[in-house]
Every structure is written in structure tokens, then in C-alpha cells.
């Protein structure tokens, strides 16, 4: 099934004649619609980049796609539990939720993030496939990125260092860590039991980069901004735990205390190459509510 087969014939389409961001491009094809109008049909979703609903202001666009504005009735397929950040033809970016697997394992294969996803861009055309890039922890919240098909994948696996250039995490920590900015590298090893620990390089033992700097603190507690370099498995925890300042609520690795009945960690900025146009994109997903309830 086509997706502009679904588009409403009277739908306004705009072909892109060079590389552009949607905003700019929008405001110099739409005629009659001031500045506020045509941020607010972004907004509400109702303009598409071949056929693909897009709500990112500056989601780039590269010759030959089409982008359309879509009449306020028209149907939407926002069927997903949590907000979508971005979404093209090659990547779909999400806010994934805390207490949500990324995607399954042994004892939950439905109730993911990935399945949610999958079932989503299926029900606009059910060929379509989602590809895992990366992962979060279950009780981790924040930017999750999926390609949408295999050679973005496959160009992600190849070029992730070079593709990457930020992966930014919002950490509570128990206490004030000392000095108030730093890296951390160490060798992560996994457990029997699937817990990770510093240990020496060697067989198993892969190299893990985190750095932090404490954003404000009190109450026994700090916000860190976070910036890891490697994606290690429980990377962030282990380090915070290492260093004597446990994320709150992480009692798995030491935390004392669960001030907001969760895990006090989120994903809030991915920055990276776009594969289809080459310009540098960043999308970020604001710090939950309930961090700064600790604070209080």
C-alpha cells in the first residue's frame, strides 16, 4: 500500500528541489500562512514528508522528496503510548517512557518499546520494518532510535563512533560528587548473574568513557549532565556506583534511597550524522517532572 494513497487528493504537495530544513522549506512554499501557522501545522502533525507525518522543525530534506499538508480530519495513526520526536523514511526517534523494555527478552516479548514501534508504522503499511540501533535500560527513560530500513541499519552498526557525536544523559545521584566535573574510564565486566563491574582489560572486559558534571545539588542528592562515549551495558550505573554516588532509586547498584519510585536517569539528547543528507542532528526529550521533585 502506497501512503499517498491515503493522502486526500486535495492534500497541497511541495517537491524539494535542494537540500533544506522543513521550517525554512515550509515558509517559502506556503502562501497566505504566517510564521505561527505553519509552526502549529507542524505541531499538530499535519504536514508529510512523502507520505510520513513530521512534527521535527528542522528535519532535513533532500531533492526529490515531497512534503504535503494535511487536512486537520485527516486520519492519524498515533497509536503509540508515548511521543514521538522525529520520524523520515530512513529513522523514527522516540521518548521512550520509563519501566519499558527497549525490546524483549526472556520473560516480556510484547510489551517493548520495539514491538510498539513495529506495530505502529504497520499500521500504515504493513511491510514496513523497524531495525534496532541501540538500546536503554528498562527503567531508563528518554531519546530511542530505530532505523526504518536495513542499510541506515547496517551504516549505524558499521560508523556508530563516527556517526554519533553525543549521547546525553539528566543522572540523580545520591550525594555531590567531588570534583564537580570529570571522566570516568574503566573496563566493564558482566557477571554469571548479568551485573557489571570495573575490572582489568582482558578477555571480556570492554572499555567503558563516561563524563559528568553536577548541574545543581541539595538535599543529599545531584543532578549530573551526563555524556557517555561508549555504550556499555549498565555503563552510567556501574560508574555513578564506582565513584561512591549511585543513581537514585538503582538499588541493583547501591542506591540507598528511591525518592520518585523509579530510576533516576534519563536519556535526554542524541546528536548524530543524518544518513540520508549528512547535516548533524540533535533531538532531545526534556528532563521528566519528577526529577526535580528531589530537590524540593
Not at 525490546?103 to 504493513?126: F, G, I, L, P, S
Request: charge should be positive; proline fraction near 7%.
Amino acid at each position: 500500500m502506497d501512503h499517498q494513497n491515503k493522502r486526500p487528493s486535495k492534500a497541497p504537495i511541495y517537491t524539494v528541489d535542494e537540500p533544506a530544513t522543513l521550517l525554512p522549506f515550509l515558509l517559502a512554499k506556503v502562501k497566505g500562512k504566517s510564521r505561527n501557522n505553519v509552526k502549529s501545522l507542524l505541531s499538530r502533525r499535519l504536514v508529510a514528508v512523502d507520505g510520513v507525518p513530521v512534527s521535527q522543525f528542522d528535519a532535513p530534506l533532500a531533492p526529490g522528496q515531497q512534503v504535503s499538508i494535511l487536512p486537520a480530519s485527516a486520519p492519524r495513526a498515533d497509536a503509540l503510548p508515548f511521543p514521538i520526536l522525529y520520524e523520515d523514511q530512513h529513522l523514527i526517534v522516540v521518548n521512550k517512557p520509563a519501566k519499558l523494555l527497549s525490546v524483549a527478552n526472556e520473560k516480556e516479548k510484547v510489551r517493548t518499546a520495539y514491538h510498539m514501534v513495529t506495530d505502529y508504522v504497520k499500521a500504515r503499511r504493513v511491510d514496513d520494518r523497524i531495525y534496532v540501533l541501540h538500546r536503554l535500560d528498562r527503567d531508563t527513560s528518554g531519546v530511542l532510535m530505530f532505523a526504518r530500513d536495513p542499510e541506515t541499519k547496517e551504516l549505524f552498526q558499521a560508523h556508530w563512533n563516527d556517526m554519533v557525536t553525543r549521547r546525553g544523559y539528566l543522572a540523580v545521584v545520591e550525594g555531590t560528587p567531588k570534583p564537580d566535573r570529570d571522566t570516568i574510564r574503566s573496563f566493564l565486566v558482566e557477571t554469571d548473574t548479568h551485573l557489571s563491574f570495573s575490572g582489568t582489560p582482558g578477555k571480556g572486559a570492554k572499555e567503558a568513557v563516561t563524563s559528568y558534571q553536577v548541574v545543581k545539588a541539595g538535599g543529599g542528592y545531584a543532578l549530573l549532565d551526563i555524556s557517555i562515549e561508549t555504550g556499555r551495558k549498565n555503563q552510567i550505573r556501574v560508574h555513578m556506583k564506582e565513584m561512591g554516588h549511585p543513581v537514585a532509586g538503582d538499588k541493583q547498584y547501591g542506591a540507598r534511597t528511591n525518592p520518585i519510585g523509579r530510576l533516576c536517569l534519563h536519556a535526554n539528547e542524541l546528536s548524530f550524522t543524518h544518513p540520508a543528507t549528512g547535516e548533524q542532528v540533535t533531538f532531545k526529550a526534556k528532563m521528566p517532572r519528577d526529577f526535580n521533585r528531589v530537590f524540593r
